[in-house]
């Protein structure tokens, strides 16, 4: 009788609150036992990390294999990403508000983006394996930090972007209201870069993976310094020329990101769509599977409120302490404080910076005249390639782009497509797209373009496609409710519109060409190289022979070129985009 009493009671509503209340609690377990498997996994990692270093390592070409090399480098592009996100909001937002240390971090910047992976490789690992002898941590750190240099350029610069875009009228609202600088930095300035951070993210993990056969499986004359990865066994399989391999690691690549892309990044960029300046909200927003099941969950808003709890307590106690003379005291102090370690960090840097230049300057004194020369014919035939390069790749991104972006439904549609050929490491399919290059009677000095075009397309049409999804929908309405025509719509809106992104996205395309051209012009498959002459091939036939001299003088004329580039076009391209195209403006 009590029972049928009860569903009597609860009906047919009391029945779905129990399954949807059973179903959250099942969501809440999925969480807890993802949090499990990724501190187990980090523990297996860790006594990985610390085994002892062995001279040599078989890669196994076996299918069962894949799997475990797999996740090993998808551990190492996640750690570099978490590394890179950190730096990038550090370095973008000092850049960002401080004149004096923005004339010098942003060429810096340009210059560290441009320099091949070959010129910080061979001295990272060698200096790794002296610090950590007897383990595998010096190489595991060599590669982590190898793969952070393929990823953090891009998102810094788009995140100093979007703090010098962030509109005046904002920053006097934080200042009226005494925000602090946490909380105007998690409340401004990170939800104003947002949708722009999490698309050069995107980019960054693909960038993060182009050089991973050169980062897992590199050799330095007669020293080995492979590590067990996917990079390694697809770099193995080239070698052997063993096919049935190197499908099996195309194949698990494609799975890999894949799931990264349906587990990290499409709940970013549905998450994301909530920081757009915009007062008009969008007729179809962006969705996520995962996000939508992480709002069913109920650990996940106690968490949230508890966090905002402690920031709310903090902002308070700040708010409290910050009035009266000992106050006024203690941030002087700090302050003060503040400034003795500005200048302790620049003491250090300096220091670094003289020790590297004097050894800098005993390399280049061994190069001869001649090799100068070649340096010189080397610069000018890369540089042709790689504006080449560019050229080719923004006539067709910035369309693409910008009618991809506009829709949110083709947005869900094709971005994981264009994540999965923007992430696959382009040096894997170098063989392939090069003998069909020379198939067509291409030479392949000139087709090697088209080698430096799949390293760094992807990162203009990943800059369009953020750009595009930030136009806000009332300036979209406005333009159609004043007739403009597609063609006006194009030329007045959506170009002007994405055109800071597109600026952002050619500086780092430009530096991804560059980097491209030392496995775009040297080009290994079944003991036959192709060589086309340039710069970078003349960087890895350095590498390869172990002439340190002219690694350096390669690297440093490729630096020198890409400063060049820095003050005289893309600067010039930052002021025009910031006066004149800036949406925030």
Partial sequence: MNTVATAAIDGPAGVEAKSRGAFDFLVDVLIFAALGAAVAGSVALARRWTAPLRPTI????SPWALPKYTLLSLSRGLAAYVLSLLFTLVYGTVAAYNRRAERVMIPVLDVLQGIPVLGFLPGLVLGMVGLFPHSNVG???ACVVMIFTGQVWNMTFSFYGSLRGIPAELHEVARVHRFGWWKRFRTLEVPSAMIGLVWNSMM?????????TVNEAFTLGEHDFRLPGIGAYMSVAIDRGDRRAMVGAVIAMIVMIVVVDQLLWRPLLAWAQKFKLEETSASEAPRSWLLDLLRR????PWLEERLGQIFARAE??????????????ESAAGALAARAFAWLILGLVAVCTLWGAEHLLRLLAEV????WLQLTFALALTFLRTMSALAIGVLWTVPVGIWIGLSPKRTRAIQPLVQIAASFPAPMIFPLVTLVVLAIGMSFSVGCVVLMLLGSQWYVLFNVLAGATAIPQDLREAATTYGLSR????RRLYLPAVFPHLVTGLITAAGGAWNASIVAEYVRYRGETLIAPGLGSLITEATAAGNFPLLAAGVLTMSLALVTLNRTLWKRLYRVADERFSLNR
């Fill in 204 to 212: 960054s993990m693909a960038g993060g993976w182009f050089f991973l």
């Fill in 487 to 490: 063609f006006e719509l194009w």
């Fill in 368 to 371: 001869r005249v001649r090799e």
């Fill in 139 to 141: 190489l595991e750190l």
């Fill in 297 to 300: 969950s109920r650990f996940v």
């Fill in 58 to 61: 078989d890669i196994d070409l």
């Fill in 316 to 329: 308070e106690r700040r708010l409290a302490a910050g009035t009266g003379a000992a106050a006024q005291e």
